[in-house]
């Protein structure tokens, strides 16, 4: 039986080029361009090895290597963390979550580095690894753009986080794709249980007509802002007020806040 991996960047010639590596050695690759396409990938597993870049839509990398070791009870396969700069300038392998790191660089270095790191891979007896390992391919430098990049993601996460109010941000098939602490408070649910589940799943079902009126209409109506209604949400009543979501004018999904989460 081949051995199968699930490769998830956003890049779709990098994940072409991962997955030829990969396929040369007999793997069978799932591919995912999003963190939530990776977070459904999970459900084709288990896999033998795992490749994702940290800054990916909809979902991170990060919370992606939770879902998938909650998914597999702690007995899941080799995590590599893939990115466009260099370990020094991020956090420990601990904080993001994987098992080793890769620092993307030239296609012709990077693919000697991959083979050599994926057979080290198949010769391991066990899991987890003995040491956490850092790859880096020669001649990759710490890139500005992405440095920054992920300096912005983590200050606008921080900033969501910390708001009195529950905040859950829904993708346009209504599957949730992040949410905050206080959201989370409420629904009494981790973030790796309720990423890409129906929102609709979770509601109260004596108010999921009501959310998914607010949902059509929000969308329908452009000159609608916001749809506000109370739920009973475990004894506590709430007012929540579903946003449209919209990217250059685009709609990218809904921003359902339920406000009074927290005294």
Same mark, same amino acid.
């Given at each position: &039986?081949?051995?199968?991996?699930? =490769?998830?960047?956003?890049?779709?010639?990098? =994940?072409?080029?991962? /997955?030829?590596?990969?396929?040369?050695?007999?793997?069978?690759?799932?591919?995912?361009? +999003?963190?939530?396409?990776?977070?459904?990938?999970? *459900?084709?597993?288990?896999?033998? !090895?795992?490749?994702?870049?940290?800054? #990916?839509?909809?979902? $991170?990398?990060?919370?992606?290597?939770?879902?998938?070791?909650?998914?597999?009870?702690?007995?899941?396969?080799?995590? @590599?963390?893939?990115?466009?700069?260099? #370990?020094?300038? &991020?956090?420990?392998? +601990?904080?993001?979550?994987?098992?080793?790191? #890769?620092?993307?660089?030239?296609?012709?270095?990077?693919?000697?580095?991959?083979?050599?790191?994926?057979?080290?891979?198949?010769?391991?007896?066990?899991?987890?690894?003995?040491?956490?390992?850092?790859?880096?391919?020669?001649?990759?430098?710490?890139?500005?753009?992405?440095?920054?990049?992920?300096? /912005? =993601? *983590?200050?606008?996460?921080?900033?969501?986080?910390?708001?009195?109010?529950? @905040?859950?941000? #829904?993708?346009?098939?209504?599957?949730? &794709? +992040?949410? %905050?602490?206080?959201?989370?408070?409420?629904?009494?649910? /981790?973030?790796?249980? !309720?990423? %890409?589940?129906?929102?609709?799943?979770?509601?109260?079902? %004596?108010?999921? $007509?009501?959310?998914?009126?607010?949902?059509?209409?929000?969308?329908?109506?452009? +000159?609608?802002?916001?749809?506000?209604?109370? @739920?009973?949400? %475990?004894?506590?009543?709430?007012?929540?007020?579903?946003?449209?979501?919209?990217?250059?004018?685009?709609?990218?999904?809904?921003?359902?806040?339920?406000?009074?989460?927290?005294?």
């Amino acid at each position: &039986m081949p051995r199968k991996a699930l =490769v998830v960047d956003s890049d779709y010639f990098f =994940v072409e080029f991962l /997955s030829a590596v990969l396929e040369k050695r007999g793997y069978q690759v799932c591919k995912a361009y +999003d963190g939530k396409q990776g977070i459904a990938g999970l *459900e084709k597993g288990p896999f033998d !090895i795992m490749f994702a870049d940290l800054v #990916i839509p909809k979902v $991170s990398g990060r919370q992606l290597f939770r879902s998938a070791r909650r998914k597999f009870n702690g007995h899941c396969c080799p995590l @590599v963390a893939l990115a466009g700069t260099v #370990i020094e300038q &991020m956090e420990s392998l +601990d904080a993001i979550g994987a098992d080793y790191f #890769i620092a993307k660089g030239p296609m012709d270095k990077l693919a000697v580095q991959l083979n050599k790191f994926i057979a080290e891979m198949e010769d391991r007896p066990a899991l987890p690894p003995a040491e956490k390992k850092i790859l880096q391919t020669g001649g990759v430098f710490p890139r500005r753009d992405a440095i920054e990049l992920l300096v /912005s =993601v *983590e200050f606008q996460q921080a900033v969501v986080d910390c708001l009195g109010v529950g @905040v859950v941000i #829904i993708d346009t098939d209504t599957r949730i &794709m +992040d949410a %905050n602490t206080a959201a989370l408070g409420t629904l009494e649910k /981790s973030l790796s249980e !309720i990423l %890409n589940c129906p929102i609709l799943r979770l509601f109260p079902p %004596n108010r999921s $007509s009501e959310l998914l009126a607010a949902l059509k209409r929000t969308r329908r109506e452009p +000159d609608v802002t916001h749809s506000a209604f109370m @739920v009973n949400w %475990n004894g506590r009543m709430l007012r929540t007020v579903v946003s449209p979501l919209r990217l250059k004018r685009l709609a990218a999904g809904w921003v359902v806040a339920l406000e009074g989460v927290m005294e």
